[in-house]
């Protein structure tokens, strides 16, 4: 999309910044999520449950990281975000869904996306992660909301936003691609390797 890169030390800074970004987030996008009394509990603010916030904050701190050092793979027609394996992770804990909202959101600003990009492509990405929630007694149904959720949404942006002479069907079916290789491949590894390990680490 034309994007410049940033020099690598000041991508590494704007990662860091960005890291100790969702650590301040996540403790404040948990308590004001209400509309979901399922997802969003309140009792994730009670002190016993801070590993909770803790595991929110790391999530949305490696899913911005992943996200902005991978670039420009990462952003454009024609992409693989890798980071988005993590959007499996409500199957497993439900503070994955505010932290992916703010990974997404931090990602599209530091990646220079536009304003519709990152309004809509952080929607996209917090109503796959609650369906993902929902579903997650039906692995692949689950898996297969995030590639369904930003091959619509996200595709619309990328063409409306920055490829309108590429048709609309050829841009969701591209970023519905992408999708399908970290959810659908990347992702389920991911899922394996947390259930093999010990149950206190996802408690």
Not at 28 to 37: A, C, D, G, T, Y
Not at 54 to 80: F, H, K, M
Request: charged share 10%; with cysteine; glycine share 6%.
């Amino acid at each position: 999309m034309g994007r410049r890169r940033a020099a690598p030390s000041k991508r590494l800074k704007a990662v860091f910044l960005l890291q100790y970004m969702a650590v301040c987030a996540c403790p404040v996008v948990l308590p004001v999520s209400k509309m979901n009394k399922e997802i969003f509990s309140m009792s994730t603010l009670k002190p016993q449950n801070t590993r909770a916030l803790a595991r929110g904050a790391i999530i949305a701190a490696l899913y911005t990281a992943l996200t902005v050092l991978l670039a420009p793979l990462s952003y454009g027609e024609v992409q693989i975000r890798f980071s988005e394996a993590f959007t499996l992770l409500p199957m497993l804990m439900p503070e994955a869904v505010p932290a992916l909202l703010v990974g997404c959101l931090l990602s599209n600003i530091i990646g220079g996306c536009t304003i519709f990009d990152i309004v809509f492509g952080s929607l996209a990405t917090l109503l796959a992660a609650i369906c993902t929630y929902k579903l997650r007694d039906k692995f692949w149904l689950s898996a297969l909301m995030p590639v369904l959720f930003n091959g619509v949404i996200v595709g619309a942006v990328v063409h409306f936003c920055y490829s309108t002479a590429i048709a609309l069907p050829l841009c969701m079916l591209s970023v519905a691609a992408g999708e399908a290789v970290a959810c659908l491949i990347v992702g389920p590894i991911l899922i394996g390797v947390l259930r093999r390990m010990p149950a206190s680490v996802l408690n």
